[in-house]
Every structure is written in structure tokens, then in C-alpha cells.
């Protein structure tokens, strides 16, 4: 009997499931939660159940039976600063994303829907680099300010997948490459892998690096802090600023790519030297942060590996590329794979060809 693993990733507004036999996807559903769905749970731990079910029903009506899951892999949510790998949920774990205690977002749900269903089924339960994978060299946490060191909080899980298959495309251990990953989407991560860890990436969550379709990046620091004094915003409208509202949705009031670029073609309902100035601007933006990590490497490096949703646009990999070549080979595996990311590194811990880490909390 092969090994069928179930992956859960818990967003916003859906909660993605696939069900991977082996290598192969078997199924994948995603699930939508509209307002009046979420809206009447106070608390994000008080939707584990409606969620949980919402899975539960989308298995059996897969055709699978939940006797043949041999584990249940979910999104990592916001915990304290680990190292990136596979985790098995344990209590101390399941503790800190119920208090929310390190913040709240819809993947603190990941870890606890496989929990959940993990104990129905006598199964176990994991979870794969999430979002805190911390891995920073210590050159790499200094700001100017003592205060505010630089935190890691990036796509690690599509990244560190991603990297492992560029890895594979050179024929080379992941464990023995220096790879550029750059995740380009709704946010962007752009993150340096040494021999297997990630030593420097930008804060993708609120406030570093290039802009993006919905994120600020990094903004001068002195006209940013008058503006904040300026305007009498609440906490949560100035970090709207910053991640929702920033990047190409402040300028074009979207975060439709396919529109900005039909737009930038001259094909789209938006203004079309706007929409291409932004576009021009992002990929230079990109390529810039992508060319500064070369420098903790002296320059050496094995390939720059572009993913994430906007790898996608002809346009955008192509501008990248052409700015970043001299570097190196430039890969492209475009899209986010998340469900694939945890299925796999489930897989890994089962097969024995690596071991589940310990949440210490």
C-alpha cells in the first residue's frame, strides 16, 4: 500500500484541501467562506469546527475513504521564530495558535483542522515551514534602529519547495546550493538559500522589500513616519497601508494582474502608461532586491528561481531575467503549490527520509 496523505491550507476567505497518493495529486477542493459564513464566530479558534467539517465533507465526497489517510498535513500559522522542516502538532503547539499568542491569521487553523481530523483517523499530524521559519545569519537581523531588528516572515513553504526542485534541475542537493528565490504575488519574498537555510529574505508581511500587487515594501523611512503623524489613522488602517492596500492596488485600486497588464497593453480599462510604468517598476524593484542578496555570496550563485503567482506574466519573468542573468541561470516553476509543499514534506517524515521536529513553544 502506497501512503495518502491529506493537506489542509486555511486562508482568509477558503480553506484549500488535496489528498496526494505517493507523489500524485488525487484531489484538491477549495472551499469558499463568505462574510455571512465567518461572521458569526468571534473568536478565529470558535470557526475550528465549521472548518473542520467543511473538510471532512469535501474528502468523502472525493471518494476516498478516510480509513486509507495515512496522515494529515495543515499550513503552519503564526508561532514563535523556528527552523524550517516538518513539524508534528503537539500540545504546546496547538496552545499558542488557540491564545493566538505570536498573532492572529486564518493558517493558525492549518495545524489544528489536521489535529482534529488526525485523531479521528488515529493518524498523525503536521505541519511544513511555515510562514515564521526563521534562519536569518546574524548580519542579516540588524536594522538601524536597535529597537527593530529584521524579522523573517516570507512564503517559506512554496519557497523551500521551490528551492529543493531547482535544486533537483541542477542536479545538486538542495543542502549544497546558493539559490535567489524570489515569490512573487498579493505580497512578494525574496529570500537567499545557503547549503539548505534561508540566511536573509525580507519581511514579506509588513513593511520590506520591493512592492508588490498588495504589499508597500519598504518606504523612506522619515516621510513614511510624517505621514503617519500627519494623519490620524488607527493601527488597523495604517497596516492596511502597508499590506491589503499597498503596492499596485494604491495606484490602480486592483489587484487583478491579468486587468493591469491587459491595461498596460492597452487592452484594459485602466490607464495604460500608469499600468505599465507600475509593472516596469515592480520588476526593477525585484531584480534590484534579487541582485543585493548576491552580495552576502561575493557574487556566487548556482540560480535565481522565480515563483509564486505572478511568474505566471511573460512580462514580468522576462523583465526580471533580464536583469538578473548575469547572476546565473534563472529557473522558473511558476505558481504557489502549497498543498503539494506540505503533502510532500508529510510524505518525507513517513518514508523516514527525515525526521519530524519538535514544537518547543
Known sequence: MGLTILAINPGSTSTKCAIYRDAEEAWKKGVSHGPEDLGRFRRLHDQLEFRTTAVRDGVRESGVRLSEISAVVGRGGLLKPLEGGVYEVNERMKADLIACRYGIHASNLGALIADSLAGELGVRAFIVDPVVVDELAD?????????????????????????????????KPYAECTLIVAHLGGGSSIGLHVRGRVVDVNNALDGDGPFSIERAGTVPAGDWMRWVLSHQHDPEALQLKLTGRGGLVAFLGTNDFPSIECSAEGKGPLDAGRSDQLIHALCYQVAKAIAGLAAFTNGAVDAVVLTGGLAFSRRVVREITERVSFLGPVLLFAGENELEALAMGAREVLLGETNARIYEG
Open 139 to 171: 548580519v542579516s537581523r540588524f536594522s538601524g534602529i536597535p529597537e527593530i531588528p529584521r524579522r523573517s516572515i516570507f512564503h517559506a513553504l512554496n519557497q523551500k519547495a521551490t528551492a529543493r526542485k531547482a535544486a533537483r534541475a541542477l542536479g
